[in-house]
């Protein structure tokens, strides 16, 4: 599809936008331009009912987990404590004679709006400038990735589950001018004021690819199948002929998860697992996701966005026609020409195989994805993970995967070393498989699901200090600050250990065995190394928005510099792989003073010596540090 120009696409914008929702604001930022505080971003990602548990009145009740995975509640159910040792089954898991990682999914902690209220001072001492929070919509799992309704934020994260579930059930779904606000989506735009009070960003996560089966139009489309008004919202590949004994309903599910039925493509060309696709959504399913969206960019729909959320993370992002996606961020930029898009673009073919996120980085989609393809080879130098790599073939990978981005858009890449559907950052390094591959902890025995030991806890400093001062917004798993560990979903979704709450040790493993106690408390000293590199990076304003080059790259010393310049200041970050002591040697810059800036662990730097010919920076084993000018 040819790329509009930017007055075509505002007109457009603003005429789609018009069309379903009335009047929406003109486009006044250039089109294919990310928006500008993106790249300022220090993201901190909160999955709710793992992160605080703010109002214990709201927990969780059987009634609002129905149609959840594993699509029973077991008898004698309750939320579990936040101390509890992860591994120890409850009492009522135990009765059912299930393995752990089944009735894991049963689990809920209570986590709510009201626990993240409590934490924004937190955040905002910690550096945070953008919060990424995983859905919010009211679905009954703990993930709310199969939704309910999208228009409303879960009951169970507000402070009246039982008013807000007799007002959603008085509401027409399909039409907007019925929707009203409940106490949880209230306390939600609460949030959002509290948010950008502190002058933080938050964006939402939606999938606009499949809902769960307790979605209102799935409902309806069960029970009343081919006479259904929402028979054309689904992928169904069979209606149940009621004349026949067998049940001959058949659908797409979600990778074949038949709890997640798929929303309806249309118009759909070159289909391929993995890669892009043209194609749209049903006009009607369509329809409402713009109503949806609408009602979170600008909530008391007065033409003025700054009440509502800054953006949207977009899950499996790559299942979703290119088509929709085009005419999505046209309305979005219709209400607020500032609106990050952030897609999720992950796996062409696992786990070997990443994808090319190019195809939704043209402009014309989203401004930023979830940068995987950064992650995964720097995780191969700085952990010497999945057969490890030298410093020049890592120079040779960022070359690949930055390759033809602008720098605006490479600048606001999401650069996450682990998320809710990873390993946590500590157990991805302690654990040097192939990265994501065989590391959830149901029957590995082999996997090390303690804290890092003190050589990897080194190595991820270094890839921390990276992290910081490279091209790319810096992402915080939350938790991940505090030194948590955990294998893959859903060991990496424990519940957030805060310094006020006492944890029991960790003593069980996934089988019902006991080991040796691990304690199970904050790292108050690792949180004060990500304060630091945070405030480093604010600081030091190359390390946004300046240029970057490799000036070192020594695969039989395994060292590695690079230089972040902006204006006439520059950053130089050198790093020693090996296991002695190491001198980098660099071409002398007259603006490059001994100064310190940080070191990933102290000692770092055994020696600086500058004269008018050379800069050499002896670094002890396995160290980095960051030099710069004043």
């Not at 089966?213 to 689904?234: C, G, H, M, P, V």
């Not at 089988?511 to 304690?519: K, L, S, T, V």
Request: charged share 25%.
């Amino acid at each position: 599809m040819p790329r509009v120009s930017w007055k075509s696409a505002t007109w457009l914008a603003c005429c789609f936008a018009c069309f379903l929702l009335g009047q929406a604001r003109p486009l006044t930022a250039p089109f294919d331009e990310p928006p500008g505080w993106a790249r300022e971003a220090i993201w901190y990602q909160i999955f709710v009912e793992r992160f605080r548990n703010g109002d214990s009145t709201n927990d969780p009740r059987p009634v609002y987990m129905r149609g959840a995975y594993p699509g029973y509640v077991p008898a004698n159910w309750k939320v579990t404590p936040w101390h509890q040792d992860w591994y120890e089954q409850e009492d009522w898991a135990r009765a059912e004679a299930e393995h752990f990682h089944k009735l894991a999914a049963a689990r809920r902690f209570g986590g709510d709006l009201q626990g993240v209220l409590h934490k924004l001072d937190y955040l905002e001492d910690l550096g945070i400038t953008a919060i990424y929070f995983n859905p919010l919509n009211d679905s009954p799992s703990l993930h709310k990735y199969d939704a309910r309704h999208y228009r409303h934020i879960d009951r169970t994260f507000g402070p009246d589950p039982a008013g807000d579930t007799a007002i959603i059930d008085a509401e027409d779904p399909v039409d907007p001018a019925t929707w009203r606000w409940t106490a949880a989506d209230r306390l939600f735009l609460k949030l959002i004021r509290e948010v950008h009070r502190r002058g933080m960003r938050l964006i939402m996560d939606y999938s606009w690819n499949h809902t769960g089966i307790t979605f209102w139009a799935w409902e309806d489309l069960i029970k009343n199948q081919a006479k259904s008004r929402f028979r054309d919202w689904y992928d169904i590949i069979s209606f149940d002929d009621p004349k026949t004994l067998e049940d001959e309903f058949h659908f797409e599910g979600w990778l074949g998860v038949k709890t997640l039925p798929e929303l309806k493509k249309v118009n759909v060309v070159g289909k391929r697992k993995g890669y892009a696709f043209e194609g749209d959504l049903h006009p009607e399913v369509k329809a409402h996701v713009f109503n949806v969206t609408r009602r979170w960019l600008d909530p008391n729909g007065d033409g003025d966005p700054g009440d509502g959320v800054d953006g949207f993370r977009l899950d499996v992002a790559t299942h979703v026609p290119l088509g929709f996606w085009r005419d999505y961020r046209k309305f979005v930029r219709g209400i607020n020409d500032e609106t990050l898009l952030l897609g999720e673009a992950w796996w062409t073919k696992w786990p070997d195989q990443l994808m090319d996120p190019r195809p939704f980085l043209q402009g014309d989609i989203f401004d930023s994805v979830m940068h995987y393809q950064w992650y995964k080879p720097a995780r191969r130098l700085f952990a010497q993970a999945n057969g490890g790599l030298k410093p020049s073939g890592f120079v040779a990978e960022m070359n690949r995967v930055y390759a033809g981005y602008s720098q605006s858009l490479s600048q606001n890449l999401m650069n996450l070393v682990a998320s809710h559907d990873s390993p946590r950052f500590g157990t991805s390094f302690q654990n040097k498989h192939k990265y994501k591959f065989r590391m959830g902890a149901r029957k590995k025995t082999d996997l090390h699901l303690g804290p890092p030991d003190t050589a990897v806890v080194r190595e991820m400093r270094m890839m921390l200090l990276h992290q910081f001062t490279y091209t790319g917004a810096p992402h915080i798993w939350s938790g991940d600050e505090l030194g948590m560990w955990g294998a893959d979903d859903p060991d990496c979704r424990k519940p957030v250990i805060w310094d006020d709450i006492k944890h029991r040790p960790q003593v069980f493993t996934p089988d019902g065995q006991r080991h040796e106690p691990f304690p199970v408390k904050p790292d108050t000293e690792l949180r004060s190394y990500y304060k630091t590199l945070i405030a480093l990076r604010k600081k030091r304003r190359e390390l946004v928005v300046g240029g970057l080059e490799f000036v070192v790259a020594n695969d039989s010393d395994m060292t590695l510099a690079y230089r972040r310049e902006l204006a006439g200041r520059e950053t130089i970050v050198a790093f020693n792989f090996s296991g002695q002591v190491k001198t980098v040697s660099l071409t002398a810059n007259d603006r490059l003073k001994s100064r310190v800036l940080l070191e990933s662990s102290p000692g770092s730097m055994a020696g600086f010596r500058q004269n008018k010919r050379t800069t050499e920076i002896k670094l002890n084993p396995y160290s980095a540090v960051a030099l710069g000018d004043e």
